[in-house]
């Protein structure tokens, strides 16, 4: 390249919202040469303006609708090639569109949130729609404690797929990702404080709000946004009501001739409708078959496949406590798909 282009124009597959300055540009003498980027859709803009000649490295950073993470970096040279003290950040390791440390720590996250969700959600479902009189307090605290827990943590994982810096984090807390954490601790705090009332119906409201929340930050379906959103959110209710159910199964066996019957019934339902939904969910994220062991998102879905024929497998035994170390594993496989980019 002969001369300084005006700016740095990115174009993404779906409408992005900058994370901090967004795009930075850096000379090679190591100056920051770009404007703060300005996002229209799916097109990301800075100007720049720089006397120097060399190598120049571009590092970005942007939040997705979903509110999902995503950065890189590239260079380009105006005139011979040179050294760039910021070389280094072309050199980063990618998992999907995070960091390895913010994969991780958005995979655990949302399995904390998930598994909270099941245990606060999913047991006082199976309490009201089983018609049972058993207070389960202990595992409901737990999971209330759970999903406070998972917010600071998808918090760091948000910041380590991006950059620890201040203008970075406020940022991400302004952005839909940072109201849609708001909202998911409101919901937590909320069921804590419902907890003290007798019906279990309003806790149920809770939770119908928070998956919704969860279906606003979940990978969006191409042509059809708001008909997946639903969709993981009746995933996740459905999952939650089965994991749920199963752990209050266990804390406190039901009795009777009528018990198993009844139980089954509830698992039997929760399941399906899990089935279902996350069918659906798989094949508009996959499109093409050859997908699945191609790419770590198929990958990860046939895997969570497999252990959910586990699960049926328990389920078939009557073995109840193998059944809910098993759904653990699913939840655990679900939270990588949540965190992983499925393939376009």
Known sequence: MATMPLGVELIFSEPVTPAGAGIKVFSPSGHQIASRAISRGNLLYALMSSAET???VVSWQVLAADTHPSRGAFRFSIGRPSANPYSSLLSGGQ???????GFLLQAIARWVHFAGFALAFGVVGYQALTRRKTRYTRLVGTGVLLLIAAEP????????????????ALAVLA????RLLALRLAGALLTWVLLAIESPWPVLGV????ALVDGASAHSIPGLPAVGQVLVATHIAAMGLWVGGVAAFI?????GASAP???GQFAGLSFGVAGVSGL????AHIGLPNTLMTTPYGQVLVTKVLVIGVAVSAVLLRRRRLEFGVLLAVVAAAAVLAALPPPR
């Open 280 to 283: 659906l969910l798989a094949v």
């Open 207 to 210: 939770g119908v709000a928070v």
């Open 54 to 56: 060399g190598t120049f």
């Open 261 to 263: 019957r009844r139980f």
């Open 175 to 178: 952005s839909g990702f940072g």
């Open 153 to 168: 943590l998808a918090l760091l994982g948000q910041l380590a797929s991006l950059s620890f810096d201040g203008e970075t």
């Open 95 to 101: 998992i999907g569109t995070a960091t390895p440390l």
């Open 251 to 255: 804390a406190v066996p039901e009795r």
